[in-house]
């Protein structure tokens, strides 16, 4: 399974930017895909996370900013991230569970390269 993100950039902070991760080589839907950052000498935190069933969850610093979603279709997973702060600035990391039937009721976690995400103020 491989996790392909894209989208990150440079903005000025107020601004917008739209993120998007494609998971390709499995014939499963992911169960969930999250989006996870992490800035210079911090440690990686979660964003944003989304089930298949369109469940979400958000960390508290993101809520009513940015909006995670996903197209089962394409096993794609998208973050809009309006009114964008300096201190969103970090390497952000898309993540996918999927379903691993070597282990009974298992699952295996894959992740992406990381996209870089700066606000500049």
């Known amino acids: 399974v491989q996790l392909q993100a894209s989208g990150g950039g440079l903005v000025q902070s107020g601004g917008s930017l739209r993120l998007s991760c494609a998971a390709s080589g499995s014939i499963f839907s992911p169960i969930t895909m999250d989006w996870y950052r992490q800035a210079p000498g911090k440690q990686r935190e979660l964003v944003a996370s989304?089930?298949?069933?369109?469940?979400?969850h958000y960390a508290d610093s993101v809520k009513g900013r940015f909006t995670i979603s996903r197209d089962n279709a394409k096993n794609t997973v998208y973050l809009q991230m309006n009114s964008l702060k300096p201190e969103d600035t970090a390497v952000y990391y898309c993540n996918a569970v999927f379903p691993d039937l070597t282990v009974v009721a298992g699952t295996r976690e894959y992740w992406g390269l990381g996209t870089q995400v700066t606000v500049s103020s």
């Open positions: 989304i089930t298949k069933g369109g469940n979400t």
